[in-house]
């Protein structure tokens, strides 16, 4: 688990869930700050996936927000981002 | 849009380019696909920094607030796509793509993390320990609890160093590296290059004395949905997070991407043909800092500057004498700086190619076994798998995969990793959207 060194300070949601995230933060730190490591399942298999290397390189933390397909680690949270698998 | 200098990647050796070009009259547009300046090593730099690292963060955050003042036009959020003879750019910011002509381009595309692929590493709680040094860096995200890390190199030991000071806790590591490193490590004490091998060595220390190492290259993850257990050696220990490591490598899938850029493989790893410049292959494009050979970050800037000093002469700034007058004293501390990494390379060569069950290709879901498999049938290259396999051809576009099927490929071949070529790239480098593409029209 990742755990905070500073407050958050805003909440987002995650498939309906309200978390609390920072403002600025990648979307992906605030779901694994938050407990959420899975992300998605593969297109092929369905087997899980979560972010892994934070920097937009893998393409395993693709999400939805707001309705666009977005890499969850280049995203950066505003406050009341609707983010979903 | 015109420039003199294009830079792209506001890392050390980008953010050095743009001053430095800066410095010398010249109009300068940095681009960077990150929010903020700094690239990986220096991300989110501050001034204020303590502890492991603490003298790179400091130089980070000195670097870009010059950059700030120096007139130097910056654009984050800006993902470059492609580069067509001119040389001209393409990039896509907030929804539409531009493009822009330059005098040159200066490339600073870093490194990315080189993956090791084991047993369960696609689990959802396996990421990589550059993954999680960004999320210390970026979002103050600390391990807690059941973290492990394994693998070998340099960051590795950083990163946990860094963890550990900030009060972060690891509950052990396992060291993949091989069997001769202890002894080596103490060798270029010795030498005392720049400080960089004896504070490595410091780090070690520190960590050694506060998590459990594991000497074990015999490494599972095993989990129901996520990360649930690390079994070392055939015994079970709790984990929620398993961090990995074997390394970095330049980044080139823009330079693979470019007519005519030459690349050599290196330590392990491909890279841009470079003269002492950054000159690649392909005229009016220059690569600085670790995207054309991996060095460190100090050595990163001072590539920075020297390849600007190169841009500006070829612009017409100065002769050649002020250009090797200028450039001297940088290439001089550049070579300084430069010395230890032959022995690092020679002490973390990469770790050899997984079992056949394991995954290599992520995206394509295709283990080594069917890598193997392919080569049995006479595939000779990683552009061919693509028609065996479809390893490569996914949403990563092969950053991730690509060392890893170069490696197993020339394994399984059996011959040196220089006689397979790599992976090839197209632009555009990132996915693009219509709508991106109709701001161009
Ligand atoms: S975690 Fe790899 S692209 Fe986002």
Redesign the interface.
């Known amino acids: 688990?990742?755990?905070?060194?500073?407050p958050a300070d805003c909440s987002i949601e995650w498939d309906g869930a309200v978390l609390p995230a920072?403002t600025?933060?990648?979307l992906a730190?605030?779901l694994?700050?938050a407990g959420v490591?899975?992300?998605r399942g593969?297109v092929?298999?369905g087997?899980?996936?979560?972010?892994?290397?934070?920097?937009?390189?893998?393409?395993?933390c693709?999400v939805q927000v707001e309705g666009a397909v977005v890499q969850a680690?280049?995203v950066?949270v505003t406050p009341g981002m609707k983010a979903a698998p | 849009m015109r420039v003199d200098v294009l830079v792209l990647g506001a890392g050390p050796a980008g953010m050095s380019a743009a001053l430095e070009a800066r410095a010398q009259g010249l109009s300068v547009l940095l681009l960077d696909?990150?929010?903020a300046p700094g690239g990986?090593v220096y991300r989110g730099a501050r001034a204020d920094a303590r502890g492991p690292g603490a003298d790179q963060a400091r130089a980070g955050a000195k670097l870009a607030a010059a950059l700030a003042g120096s007139g130097a036009e910056r654009r984050f959020g800006a993902t470059l796509w492609a580069i067509e003879p001119g040389p001209v750019a393409f990039f896509s910011e907030e929804g539409g793509a531009r493009r822009v002509a330059a005098g040159q381009i200066i490339l600073a595309p870093g490194t990315?993390?080189r993956a090791l692929p084991l047993p369960g590493w696609?689990?959802?709680?396996?990421?990589?320990v550059?993954?999680?040094q960004?999320?210390m860096k970026?979002?103050?995200?600390?391990?807690?609890?059941?973290?492990w890390l394994a693998g070998q190199g340099p960051l590795l030991w950083l990163y946990a160093a860094q963890a550990l000071a900030?009060?972060?806790r690891i509950a052990g590591i396992v060291d993949m590296s091989g069997p001769r490193t202890a002894a080596l490590w103490h060798l270029p004490a010795a030498l005392a290059a720049p400080g960089y091998l004896a504070r490595g060595m410091a780090w070690m220390g520190a960590v050694r004395r506060q998590v459990p190492v594991h000497r074990s290259r015999d490494l599972r993850a095993e989990g129901d949905?996520?990360?649930e257990r690390v079994v070392i050696d055939g015994t079970p220990h709790p984990a929620?997070?398993l961090l990995l490591h074997d390394g970095v490598v330049p980044n080139t899938q823009v330079t693979r991407a470019i007519q005519g850029c030459a690349h050599r493989f290196r330590a392990g790893a491909w890279e841009p043909v470079v003269d002492e410049w950054g000159h690649t292959s392909t005229a009016g494009i220059l690569v600085a800092g670790d995207g054309g050979g991996v060095f460190g970050a100090a050595a990163a800037a001072l590539s920075g500057r020297i390849a600007a000093l190169a841009v500006a002469h070829a612009l017409g700034c100065f002769g050649v004498e002020q250009r090797d007058a200028l450039a001297g004293p940088l290439l001089l501390r550049r070579g300084r700086q430069r010395a230890p990494r032959r022995f690092l390379d020679a002490l973390f060569p990469p770790l050899p190619p997984p079992a056949d069950p394991v995954m290599l290709c992520?995206?394509?879901?295709v283990s080594a076994g069917r890598v193997r498999e392919a080569v049995a049938l006479g595939c000779l290259g990683t552009n061919q798998l693509k028609a065996f396999t479809r390893a490569g051809m996914?949403?990563?576009q092969g950053?991730?995969c690509g060392p890893l099927l170069h490696s197993a490929v020339a394994a399984a071949r059996g011959v040196d990793g220089a006689m397979v070529e790599p992976l090839r790239t197209r632009f555009p480098t990132k996915p693009l959207t219509l709508g991106e593409l109709a701001a161009l029209a």
Do not use: H, W, Y
């Not at chain 1, 087997?47 to 395993?60: L, S, T, Y």
């Not at chain 2, 696609?122 to 990589?128: A, I, K, S, Y």
């Open positions: 688990m990742f755990q905070r060194t500073e920072r600025g933060e990648p730190a605030a694994l700050a490591v899975r992300l593969t092929l298999s087997a899980p996936r979560g972010a892994f290397c934070m920097m937009g390189a893998c393409f395993d693709v680690c280049m950066a | 696909e990150n929010a990986q990315t993390e696609t689990l959802p709680g396996v990421m990589g550059g993954a999680a960004i999320l970026s979002a103050g995200l600390l391990p807690s609890g059941a973290v900030k009060g972060g949905g996520q990360l929620d997070t992520r995206c394509e879901e996914g949403a990563c950053r991730v």
